[in-house]
């Protein structure tokens, strides 16, 4: 789109500052012509000026109706348009479905109310543990329904939040199902078309199911339809033992099922650090109505039909032979998540997606058929298969704003926090002790291992939770964190203590000398860090972070 007007002057006269254009520091925000006064034109731009960004290309002055606009409205697209607005920019936000996607509305959010339900039940449902506070409680029960709303309430609580944020800070909320047609241009809904800047996509992932499962929604289940909890069978079984179905079996188990345990790896919960996983299968799968099959795949899954169970075909995960049939009354298909790119015009840019991912590099920016970058094209979340978290979307998309209005940034995936919200907790960031192993072996360094346990903590003994294990697996020539992993009490709220340490580049010889309060499960990390051996003592970190610290 060009504009209705247009300026003449000699490259002599005029020198475009070195910041982009639109710079919220460059003038005040109700002045945003390219970054310039207007007087330094010497004319007052129309009043009626609906474009907001200006390139200046061969004497000719292009113009955009946005500086930003983002496709997907979930955590990921949420936390840019924020940053983004924050910065000065005018965006605007794509949703075809509802605000929030799969986290606020499918996942995480309601995920947690469901779990907080499940931790108050096994621990009203544990007399041992009841009598040890010298507590006596009759026989918990729970209303189905009532804990459904509970966790339906919830996510419409956080989708109205974050959508009331975005329209109080003015980002444009389009409605319609948004398609890149071309280099900086936009169509949502039916032919809406619109110009920007920079393009965001961040349009998330949907539940991933094998061939040969048939899901019908009511017995063979995803967990979009788990979330709703409209039944709780007596016997379920969980095909994948990572984050969704360990959370799940929580939640199963407290309310009554029995859990059956489908996973293709020869142990379950394959992508913890081993010694996490051991613990933890120790506590939270042994003790349980659970039992497992490791070293299959469920090569067909019917649901139940005409008074029949859902019926189960297990066969060898290498060889691929028959090994049984389970019958049970409901399954539950967490087998991970793939990305949703279909639909996105992709082709229109000449981008081949990867196994379903945008490829992109590691500032998030598009790569072509061809792996030259798309200009002004980025891609962030669960859509380019970096790392399938929803904080990790929203920190990506940060930083692709913060790229977009001229800072560099690069962000550093090893210190993005995971964790998984059982009872108790568990949660990791960095590498794990296999992968940082590999990686000594690779680089010719020494890796070291330091533990500590939650029944050495006041905080946790006075809560009769002393089950727990912290681990860190560090250099020990120089004290970079190379991995923490947690097992226990808010274990999730304990990791980012070192995830921060991690993205700053703290180094172990200071922060061990930090101070935390006491009696707290903070001190199970401090210890953690006092447990370590540094073989030179004297500081590595730079002064630059040790004043951010």
Not at 35 to 52: D, T, V, Y
Not at 107 to 131: D, F, I, T, Y
Not at 228 to 243: F, Q
Not at 363 to 389: E, S, T, W
Request: glycine share 8%; net charge neutral.
């Amino acid at each position: 789109m060009q504009s209705a007007f247009s300026l003449s002057f000699s490259q002599s006269s005029l020198t475009l500052p070195n910041r982009p254009l639109c710079s919220p520091n460059a003038a005040p925000r109700n002045l945003r012509f390219c970054g310039l006064r207007r007087e330094a034109f010497g004319f007052s731009p129309p009043k009626q000026l609906n474009s907001c960004r200006f390139q200046v290309k061969n004497r000719r002055i292009e113009s955009f109706d946005y500086d930003l606009v983002i496709i997907g409205a979930g955590v990921g697209g949420h936390g840019a348009a924020l940053h983004a607005v924050e910065k000065g920019l005018k965006t605007a936000i794509i949703e075809g479905d509802v605000v929030g996607g799969t986290c606020v509305n499918r996942g995480c959010v309601p995920s947690k109310a469901l779990l907080a339900v499940s931790g108050r039940m096994r621990e009203l449902q544990n007399e041992h543990h009841m009598k040890s506070f010298g507590l006596q409680v009759s026989a918990a029960g729970y209303d189905r329904q009532g804990v459904a709303d509970h966790a339906s309430n919830l996510a419409t609580k956080i989708r109205n939040n974050l959508t009331n944020s975005m329209k109080a800070l003015g980002v444009d909320i389009l409605t319609g199902f948004g398609s890149v047609l071309g280099p900086q241009k936009v169509k949502y809904g039916k032919d809406n078309v619109i110009t920007a800047k920079d393009i965001i996509i961040a349009t998330g992932s949907v539940p991933f199911v094998p061939k040969g499962i048939e899901v019908d929604g009511k017995t063979v289940i995803t967990s979009d339809h788990a979330l709703k909890l409209e039944s709780v069978p007596d016997w379920i079984a969980i095909v994948g033992s990572g984050y969704i179905g360990l959370e799940f079996s929580d939640v199963y188990t407290a309310l009554g099922s029995e859990v059956t345990f489908i996973e293709a790896l020869d142990q379950l919960m394959p992508g913890f650090d081993p010694e996490i996983s051991k613990l933890a299968q120790r506590v939270l799968i042994n003790p349980r109505k659970i039992d497992y099959h490791t070293g299959v795949f469920a090569s067909k899954i019917t649901p139940a039909k005409d008074g029949r169970p859902v019926m189960i075909e297990l066969i060898d995960a290498k060889t691929k032979e028959h090994k049984d049939t389970l019958e049970v009354d409901a399954a539950l298909i967490a087998t991970g998540r793939a990305p949703f790119t279909n639909g996105l015009g992709l082709e229109n840019i000449n981008v081949a997606t990867q196994r379903g991912f945008i490829p992109v590099d590691e500032r998030m920016r598009v790569i072509d058929g061809n792996g030259k970058l798309v200009p002004n094209l980025y891609c962030i979340g669960d859509a380019n298969g970096k790392l399938m978290l929803a904080h990790a979307a929203s920190a990506q998309g940060i930083s692709v704003v913060e790229q977009v209005t001229g800072r560099d940034h690069v962000l550093n995936h090893l210190s993005i926090p995971a964790a998984c919200f059982t009872h108790p907790e568990i949660s990791m960031v960095g590498l794990t002790e296999p992968q940082a192993r590999e990686k000594a072996e690779k680089e010719g360094f020494k890796v070291s291992i330091a533990k500590t346990s939650f029944k050495a903590n006041t905080k946790a003994l006075a809560e009769n939770e002393g089950e727990g294990l912290a681990k860190m697996i560090y250099r020990p020539d120089n004290g970079e964190i190379l991995g923490v992993h947690i097992f226990g009490l808010h274990a999730a709220d304990l990791i980012h203590e070192a995830s921060n340490a991690i993205a700053l580049g703290t180094r172990i010889q200071d922060i061990k000398l930090a101070v935390h309060a006491h009696p707290t499960l903070s001190e199970v990390v401090d210890e953690l860090f006092k447990a370590a051996k540094v073989e030179s003592p004297a500081s590595t970190t730079p002064q630059s972070v040790k004043a951010a610290v």
